[in-house]
């Protein structure tokens, strides 16, 4: 037989005062997780390592939602989707779930023989949780180009506070040479974020709430390059929730990726969550495993279904400062 699969364990965020402070309202468990389309799994991405079962849709989908459904998230955000009509929307809409789907428009899962059809992004929401207030479909440009990456914005309110609440999910341009691209696409992206909250909230009751934000995505970026920096000095006050897993709460974790091809071992942070820091804050995060645990073949494995790791957290709303009515 397999051995167990190794347990992720929630640990507590690094913020300031995190141990101490007795959050009054509700939490907000948000997924991030790139889940590696079928199609590019088995026809493009050349896994050498992976043993060829591990990669059986059959199989394959069970792991990806018990991890899902292990934690609950109330809210799902996922890159690389091509079985979202036949599998993700149908079971998580069984469970409680909305969702919507955003096919990139020319998705290279089209280019392998057989495929179910193009990847895209896909967001979940817990309908007990939250009800919709503006789903937006955006096709993100690059110097005023249109490009092959999307994104969906979806608009909510929590039914238990009434408060706002803005999600996002993306999957920016792959491959180094792309930094550019990456960083003009996270700016369009900043920008039509900046107009969705800003439209949100001034249908707001009292006309001037922030509304919170969270943007989870596959940025295909390191800390270092220009989109990083961009999402960190945004005029929005973004901030990354997986710094709050580091010692100094100032370090993203060494990868979120970790994987074999037959031009050699590729190992990188790509995925994040940012929320907003002034409205925002992050209780808990779903730890990394370690090198061991991954083991010496990497991703994907029998133990874990994607290339990429997920990264969850519980974020709470900020008490709202009081304001003259
Ligand atoms: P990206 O370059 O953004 O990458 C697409 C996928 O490939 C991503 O999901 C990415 O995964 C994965 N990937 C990254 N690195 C590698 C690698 N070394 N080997 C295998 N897979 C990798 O895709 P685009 O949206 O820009 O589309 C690229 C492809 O789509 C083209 O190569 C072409 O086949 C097709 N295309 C065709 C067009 C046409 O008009 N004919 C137009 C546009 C695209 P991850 O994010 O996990 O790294
Ligand atoms: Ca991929």
């Given at each position: 037989g397999r051995p167990a699969r190794p347990r992720r364990e929630l640990v507590s965020s690094r913020a300031p005062g995190n141990c101490c402070r007795h959050s009054a309202s509700p939490r907000v468990r948000v997924l991030q997780w790139n889940v590696l389309a079928q199609a590019l799994g088995e026809g493009k991405d050349g896994f050498v390592r992976c043993p060829p079962d591990a990669l059986d849709w059959r199989e394959r989908k069970y792991l990806i939602l018990e991890e899902i459904l292990t934690h609950r998230p109330d809210v799902v955000c996922l890159q690389e989707v091509d079985h979202y009509h036949d599998t993700f929307l149908p079971v998580l809409g069984s469970l409680g779930y909305r969702g919507s789907f955003l096919p990139k428009p020319r998705s290279p899962c089209l280019d392998v023989e057989p495929n179910n059809g193009p990847d895209g992004c896909a967001l979940f929401y817990s309908r007990e949780r939250f009800s919709p207030t503006a789903t937006d479909h955006l096709r993100l440009s690059a110097m005023m180009l249109p490009t092959n990456q999307v994104a969906i914005v979806q608009s909510l309110r929590c039914r238990a506070t009434g408060r706002g609440l803005c999600v996002a999910v993306t999957h920016l341009k792959a491959r180094s040479g792309w930094e550019r691209m990456r960083s003009a696409q996270g700016a369009d992206l900043l920008r039509r974020l900046r107009a969705i909250t800003s439209r949100a909230a001034a249908s707001e009751a009292d006309g001037a709430a922030e509304i919170p934000l969270l943007v989870c995505g596959?940025?295909?970026?390191?800390?270092?390059?220009d989109v990083y920096r961009r999402f960190l000095a945004s005029s929005l006050g973004l901030d990354s929730a997986y710094r709050l897993l580091s010692a100094d709460g100032l370090t993203e974790p060494p990868y979120t990726t970790w994987k074999i091809r037959p031009s050699g071992e590729s190992r990188g942070t790509l995925d994040y969550i940012w929320y907003s820091r002034e409205s925002l804050s992050v209780e808990t995060l779903l730890d990394i495993p370690g090198e061991e645990q991954i083991g010496p073949d990497r991703l994907p494995s029998y133990h874990y279904p994607s290339d990429h790791l997920s990264l969850l957290c519980d974020v709470s709303f900020r008490e709202l400062p009081h304001r003259l009515m």
């Open positions: 596959d940025f295909n970026a390191e800390p270092s390059e």
